[in-house]
């Protein structure tokens, strides 16, 4: 009787579909209170809403103006080779890019990595057949399809609200041999939440198989927590399910550990004196060759890192706060991350 | 944990100060009830007169509906500034007559009354008018008596003989055509029962239909059997048993006549309002004029009433949607278009809302997925989406009404706009997430706009809507506390229900 074709087909999804929402909710209210885990209103209103100034958010939402902001500040980020503002500047684009070791376009203001697109260089024997361009999957990618994108962007496509946009072109990441294992294509990041300019909770997003190449948590990559005093991996998550080992690779998960982590939050701690906005997600990649470099800036940082560190963001925030009460001040970056790594080895949970 | 901004919460208060105290007021001193059952059912008419002005006085003058066997007057009431105006009680009709000595331009005229349809016993009944056979000559009188025989071939009863009759115009009878050319249904109607030695006459009549606006008058046919009255609609389209109406005039003169003017128009606009009886005893007795607090929506004409009937409900859907997005975490594709949805619905009536939208979002889907295809610019896209929309409502329209469907007609009042841009976010969503998330959105807005449709189009929640507009301020005070709501949204709890394990 259990194991009738219509019971397998119809009522074990049914009933895979149904145990999530089958949950002691007010357990689990709970339980996340005890864990000070953040919730969406409370991110919005008491950090979002009260650290970041509004008029702050175009520093951000623009990542042209991330860009120059961070050369300005001497803050390291992926070369620029152009920026599409115009829809007849488009053919241009062919000839700036030229000879290069793949590039990247994006959208100046998208968001949630909409948009974005990532252009290998051919190998040798794509190339005699008239082909220059790749995508991340190995297919080829024509001239067309490249001004196709420009032009999209151009035109809103990717932009809130569908406002028109700019393309900005910037050199292709080259993945730090320490993270080649780690990922099935496109490249490793590492999301840090910094507040007050303190380095709050620190996460790899390893895009896999399931996530199309994407870093994006909720389109299936993997997050992996990382102690912000060690750089090294505490937990790692998929689907919200907890994972050991990289689901294309195989590599164990658990020896992942961040090279240059000091230069990391040094970077990440930089953007929060850059811009002023107090509760910040920076986007750092590794370079093999430049070290890190910022990618991206995010006003309104997500909540999955809470998942994948299997911690609340609410106690770091709070001892920050009550510390700025305290002393006023926080002081330089190295003291900033110094309270941070300290207040994390003595409240370790 | 969650500090409440005080402020917000002060200001939330003295909202809900204010509202319950107008509510008590309505409640308390202008009488009306909580719940809806405890009412009568009134009818609250305006005629508004429209004219432009020639130079030199100007006289106005209107037929008021009299007193009939179907409905009972409660209260009448005129705006017409700088007019004076004298109420002429002839023998037959009553008339408004206004008249001024100069005007200017265009001008408007209105009257008010508020009709109760139920029996009214101390109502004269009408009188049956003196048979006068009218001549027909040549063609026409061939054709009018085959018509008439033909009517009087099915049944030889007065009530039945019209009725034939209405169907005989109604078909494409060729001898009941060429009576048509030279007049009105009505009027042929009229002039055959007459020859019959039926004594009819042709009456104007107003439909009621609540929240109606620039609504006409009809011209009905009063047929007299003995003692016996009955009315008819000549055009089939009404049911006099079904719905209901009110005789305006029935002494075969014009409703409205002007001196000193042209291109007078009279439409008509009615609102079906619930009365207590408790506050009809009071306005008897206290005079018309409404105090400040008393001066609410209900003092506006009654089109503008009618309007705000469905506007005032509208708070009531972005309540829904605020608690959906704070308290439970629903994702909706644009926030308000659930609540724009929901109001398509009101309209449309559910099943053919939800088929419409349906149609339309999924067809509009596939024609724009054609066009990402081609490098256009986003304005034009979206103009493209816009112009397959309103192809696609025609077509549906169109097909729907050759089934015999006119509920297919009701597609065009979605809000045209509304869905393109719902088409083309779903599209992108489409592309960049795929569908399971274009699904979870669109599903997260039909199921608020869905729940937004029941409590809207629930019978107390009108009435409270309507009549106390202090629910209002309370609409505001809980949309103030859920905008500095910190706590977790209930499907937060579902994404991090692992924490529970551990």
């Known amino acids: 009787m259990m194991s009738t074709p219509i019971y397998n087909r119809l009522i074990t999804p049914l009933k895979k579909r149904l145990t999530p929402w089958c949950i002691p909710y007010f357990k689990v209210h709970t339980a996340l209170k005890k864990k000070g885990i953040m919730g969406m209103n409370c991110r919005n209103i008491r950090y979002i809403g009260r650290y970041n100034a509004r008029k702050l958010y175009p520093l951000v939402d623009d990542k042209l103006k991330t860009k ?3 050369m300005v500040n001497a803050v390291n980020v992926p070369d620029l080779l152009d920026v599409v503002g115009e829809q007849h500047d488009i053919p241009n684009i062919h000839a700036k890019v030229k000879g290069t070791a793949g590039f990247c376009i994006k959208p100046a203001q998208g968001s949630g990595g909409k948009g974005i697109l990532v ?88 895009s896999c198989e399931a996530s199309k190449g994407k870093a994006n948590l909720h389109q299936g990559a993997v997050g992996v927590g990382i102690d912000i005093a060690t750089g090294a991996a505490i937990n790692a998550v998929q689907h919200g399910v907890d994972i050991t080992h990289h689901p294309d690779t ?55 890192i809470q998942v994948a560190n299997n911690a609340g963001l609410l106690p770091r925030l709070v001892a920050v706060e009550s510390r700025i009460q305290t002393q006023k001040t926080l002081g330089s970056i190295d003291e900033r991350i110094a309270f941070m790594q300290q207040f994390l080895t003595t409240h370790s949970e | 944990m969650a500090k409440f901004n005080r402020q917000v919460s002060y200001f939330a208060i003295a909202l809900c100060v204010l509202g319950i105290a107008l509510i008590a007021f309505r409640h308390f001193v202008s009488g009306i009830p909580f719940l809806p059952g405890a009412s009568q059912t009134l009818w609250a008419v305006e005629a508004k007169i429209q004219f432009e002005a020639d130079e030199g006085p100007i006289a106005v003058s209107f037929t008021l509906p009299n007193e009939h066997e179907q409905f009972v007057q409660v209260n009448e009431r005129t705006a017409s500034p700088g007019f004076d105006l004298t109420f002429d009680e002839g023998a037959e009709a009553r008339v408004a007559k206004w008249s001024i000595n100069a005007a200017k331009g265009k001008q408007t005229l209105y009257y008010l009354t508020e009709l109760k349809v139920e029996p009214n016993a101390v109502a004269l009944p009408a009188a049956s008018p003196a048979i006068e056979k009218p001549r027909f000559l040549g063609s026409t009188a061939t054709a009018a008596g085959s018509v008439l025989s033909d009517a009087n071939n099915a049944s030889a009863r007065p009530f039945d003989v019209i009725e034939a009759l209405i169907k005989a115009f109604q078909t494409p009878n060729q001898q009941a055509q060429l009576l048509l050319q030279k007049s009105t249904v009505s009027q042929r109607i009229v002039q055959l029962l007459m020859q019959a030695d039926i004594p009819a006459r042709e009456i104007d009549v107003l439909v009621l239909k609540d929240g109606g606006r620039q609504q006409p008058l009809r011209t009905w046919v009063q047929v007299f059997d003995g003692e016996a009255v009955r009315i008819f609609d000549p055009s089939g389209k009404y049911n006099p ?7 305006w005039e029935q002494n075969d003169g014009g409703v409205i006549e002007l001196m000193g003017g042209h291109g007078a128009t009279v439409g008509f606009s009615m609102l079906q309002k619930r009365v207590p009886i408790v506050s009809e005893l009071r306005k008897a007795q206290a005079q018309e004029e409404p105090g400040l607090l008393d001066a609410s929506i209900h003092s506006l004409p009654l089109s503008e009433q009618a309007l705000f009937k469905g506007i005032l409900l509208v708070p009531v859907g972005v309540l829904i949607v605020v608690l959906m997005r704070t308290l439970v975490g629903l994702k909706t594709s644009g926030t308000f278009m659930p609540v724009l949805i929901a109001l398509a619905f009101m309209q449309t009536s559910l099943v053919t809302g939800l088929i419409g939208f349906t149609l339309i979002v999924g067809v509009g889907l596939m024609i724009r997925s054609y066009f990402s295809r081609h490098n256009l610019l986003l304005v034009a896209r979206i103009s493209l989406v816009i112009i397959s929309v309103v192809l696609i409502m025609a077509l549906f329209s169109v097909v729907a009404f050759r089934f015999g469907l006119s509920e297919g007609l ?93």
Not at chain 1, 119 to 141: H, I
Not at chain 1, 145 to 162: M, P, Q, T, V, Y
Not at chain 1, 177 to 206: C, E, N, S
Not at chain 1, 274 to 296: S, W
Request: hydrophobic residues 50%.
């Open chain 1, 68 to 70: 120059k902001l961070a």
């Open chain 1, 119 to 206: 252009v290998l260089p051919a190998d040798a024997d794509a190339q005699k057949e008239g082909v220059s361009w790749l995508r991340t999957n190995g297919k080829p990618l024509s001239q067309q399809d490249i001004e196709r994108h420009l032009s999209n962007i151009l035109a809103g496509i990717f932009s809130l609200g569908g406002k028109s946009d700019v393309a900005v072109v910037e050199e292709l990441i080259q993945v730090d041999p320490a993270f080649t294992k780690y990922t099935h294509q496109g490249v490793p990041d590492l999301r840090i939440i910094v507040f007050q300019g303190v380095p709050i909770m620190a996460m790899m997003r390893l």
């Open chain 1, 250 to 304: 195989g590599q164990s998960l658990s020896d992942l550990v961040v090279p240059q982590w000091a230069q990391m939050l040094q970077l990440a701690c930089a953007c929060y004196d850059m811009t002023g906005l107090g509760y910040l997600g920076v986007d750092i990649v590794l370079d093999k060759f430049k070290g890190p470099l910022l990618l991206e800036l995010n006003a309104r940082p997500g909540l999955a």
């Open chain 2, 241 to 247: 048993a079904k719905t209901p109406w009110v005789i």
């Open chain 2, 410 to 502: 009701k597609l065009t009042l979605f809000p045209m706009i509304i869905l393109s841009w719902t088409i083309e976010r779903m599209s992108i969503l489409w592309e960049e997430e795929g569908a399971k998330e274009v699904a979870l959105q669109g599903g997260g807005s039909l199921f608020v706009a869905l729940l937004g449709y029941m409590v809207m189009t629930n019978g107390l929640v009108q009435h409270l809507t309507f009549h106390f507009l202090g629910l209002q301020f309370i609409f505001m005070a809980i949309v103030l506390v859920c905008g500095s709501y910190t706590g977790y949204r209930l499907l937060e709890l579902k994404r991090f229900r692992r924490f529970l394990a551990n």
